[in-house]
């Protein structure tokens, strides 16, 4: 079965500084997707960026990119000039690929808490 | 475009009975997914539902299950409450199934947070 794991329960970050969130998982696909999703304080859980594992090119969303190690089975989310809306739990997520594979669902991570501070 | 919307916000309900959570997706959107958040467990999957058909289910007991309905809203009940039923649940859609989302992402209502006592 895939695991995600986000060894990172909370983080503080300075405005305008930069940050990385870690993730890894486990799995034994080929095929899959990642994702990391933020869940701001109100509660509404956006895509922040996701990643196909048959790409070698690291995903590029504005002020979010992504390192994708898939050799090491890491995920990890750089978050660069740092906002206060940035503030929210962040969370790690794998997806099997392939149709008619044993799970067609999202697994997530059990989440980052990143506080950006003033 | 309006986006999911989660009925009700919030819900109080005592141990051995029953509630209905509802899901309304994004117009035209095809696929509803439930999910639990809680403390201790994080986010789970529960179920996924595309055009009125059950897609897959994760590893919750009988005592959630769900539908849905031919205007893509969907409902979810939980019989039997347990006071480990409390949680947050949160539904997303998206246009195609769940496991197209990479390329329609999944778009998520609010939640119903659900206190069991």
């Known amino acids: 079965a895939q695991t995600v794991t986000q060894s990172q329960p909370e983080m503080s970050v300075q405005e305008a500084e930069t940050v990385t969130l870690s993730c890894t998982y486990d799995?034994?696909?080929?095929?899959?997707?990642l994702f990391w999703y933020k869940q701001p304080p109100s509660r509404q859980m956006i895509l922040v960026i996701r990643?196909?594992?048959?790409?070698?090119q690291n995903a590029t969303e504005n002020r979010f990119s992504v390192n994708f190690q898939k050799a090491a089975k890491s995920f990890s989310l750089k978050i660069s000039d740092s906002q206060l809306g940035d503030t929210a739990m962040y969370f790690c997520?794998?997806?099997?690929?392939?149709?008619?594979?044993?799970?067609?669902?999202?697994?997530f991570g059990k989440g980052t808490k990143l506080s950006v501070k003033p | 475009k309006a986006g999911v919307t989660q009925t009700p916000r919030y819900l109080i309900k005592t141990r051995g009975q029953q509630v209905t959570l509802s899901c309304s997706p994004i117009?035209?959107?095809?696929?509803v997914s439930w999910y639990q958040q809680t403390p201790g467990q994080g986010l789970q999957f529960l179920f996924e539902?595309?055009?009125?058909?059950?897609?897959n289910k994760g590893n919750f007991p009988g005592r959630f299950s769900g539908r849905q309905f031919s205007n893509s809203r969907s409902e979810m009940n939980v019989s039997t409450l347990e006071l480990g039923d409390s949680a947050l649940y949160l539904c997303?859609?998206?246009?195609?199934?769940?496991?197209?989302?990479?390329?329609?992402?999944?778009?998520f209502g609010n939640g119903t947070r659900l206190t069991v006592t």
């Open positions: 799995t034994s696909e080929n095929n899959y997707y």
């Open positions: 990643q196909e594992a048959y790409k070698q």
């Open positions: 117009s035209g959107h095809r696929s």
């Open positions: 997303a859609s998206s246009l195609g199934d769940l496991r197209s989302s990479y390329n329609s992402p999944l778009h």
């Open positions: 997520a794998f997806m099997n690929g392939d149709y008619g594979g044993s799970q067609g669902n999202l697994i």
């Open positions: 539902y595309f055009s009125e058909t059950q897609r």
